[in-house]
């Protein structure tokens, strides 16, 4: 079930599912942010070093129109386990954060997430 503006919502896979609000929803997060989400992808899988996948995030980010969605973007497609793409984000703001995989919650009370994370609340 896909989730809108105004839902709560919880992060389903999490020991503590936590509690939030969606405050706004992207359907493609690379027009958003003035990137193009499809080739960054694929450049970024061709950059072998660290250092050199750090300086291309870099100057995407400078670049980008919005820099915190931007942000967000790489914060979960630039990783090893990303292998599906992930364009569709939540912002989401938590009355009771979700535990950051173990019992540590997150730090941040309002932020960007993929929206195949999060399922309604029940």
């Known amino acids: ?13 999490r020991k503590n599912k ?3 609000l969606i405050l706004d929803k992207i359907d493609d997060i690379g027009k958003a942010a003035g990137i ?8 970024m899988s061709e950059l072998k070093s660290w250092l050199a996948r750090t300086e291309y995030k870099k100057s995407i980010i400078d670049t980008a129109s919005n820099k915190g969605l931007a942000q967000a973007f790489f914060a979960y497609n630039a990783q090893s386990w990303c292998k599906k793409p992930k364009t569709c984000f939540v912002q ?3 009355f009771r954060p979700p535990s950051d995989y ?4 997150l730090k941040e009370d309002i932020n960007w997430y993929p929206a195949d994370w999060v399922k309604k609340y029940k």
């Open 18 to 20: 936590g509690l939030g």
């Open 92 to 94: 989401i703001k938590w």
């Open 1 to 13: 079930m896909a989730v809108t503006v105004g839902d709560l919502v919880c992060m389903y896979r």
């Open 102 to 105: 173990e019992n540590l919650s």
């Open 36 to 43: 193009n989400a499809i080739d960054i992808i694929k450049d």
